[in-house]
């Protein structure tokens, strides 16, 4: 299924993390869930730049980075990683 949506260019939807699936935000966009220890957080972006952000929501908007730049991702995630 592909999800399109604008966020920072720096964002990574690459799935490459091995104990994370790529969930859906309502509203439009996609964060990480990570399969780790319970004191550490588990919805997260990692940014090309910065690495692991620890919210999901974190440079779907412009925000606190300086190197915010929009652009539209479209994104191709397998039903299996998205929660019913």
Known sequence: ????FE???HLDFLPNYGNCKRQEIAGGGLFWM???DPSMP????FCKKRGRLNF????LKKGECSDYK???HCVDVGL?????
């Open 1 to 4: 299924m592909k999800i399109k």
């Open 7 to 9: 966020g920072c260019e």
């Open 34 to 36: 990570r399969d780790v």
């Open 42 to 45: 588990s919805m997260v972006q």
């Open 56 to 59: 999901p929501e974190a440079c």
């Open 70 to 72: 929009k652009i539209e």
């Open 80 to 84: 299996d990683e998205l929660e019913k």
